[in-house]
């Protein structure tokens, strides 16, 4: 079965910066999209950002210039490091893969909080 397992979450100041790590078990083949999305309390999942086995990403209008994504192909790794944070971003954080069969799998979430 597929997994896949976040580390890295946690607490940060204001301004402050984070990197969160998943990896994917269970998976023959490179993942076709990986990434990450976060979910409010009684709020939808959004987008964060995801990136392509091509390493193509796409990035929330929120996050553009101060998250940056990136994976390791041979290893189905995604990273997501995360500078200048604000209270805003205080979400929990979920990984993605999706496979080319469109199947898509999510990690177990960890908790970002921003605060003072």
């Known amino acids: 079965q597929v997994q896949l397992v976040e580390s890295g979450g946690g607490w940060v100041q204001p301004g402050g910066s984070l990197r969160l790590s998943c990896a994917a078990s269970?998976?023959?083949?490179?993942?076709?999209?990986m990434g990450w999305y976060r979910q409010a309390p009684r709020k939808q999942r959004e987008l964060v950002a995801v990136?392509?086995?091509?390493?193509?990403?796409n990035y929330a209008d929120s996050v553009k210039g101060l998250f940056t994504v990136s994976r390791d192909n041979a290893k189905n790794t995604v990273d997501l490091q995360m500078n200048s944070l604000k209270t805003e971003d205080t979400d929990v954080y979920y990984c993605?893969?999706?496979?080319?069969?469109?199947?898509?799998?999510w990690g177990q979430g960890t908790q970002i909080t921003v605060s003072s």
């Open positions: 993605m893969g999706q496979l080319r069969t469109r199947d898509v799998y």
């Open positions: 269970g998976v023959a083949d490179s993942i076709y999209l």
């Open positions: 990136i392509q086995n091509s390493d193509s990403a």
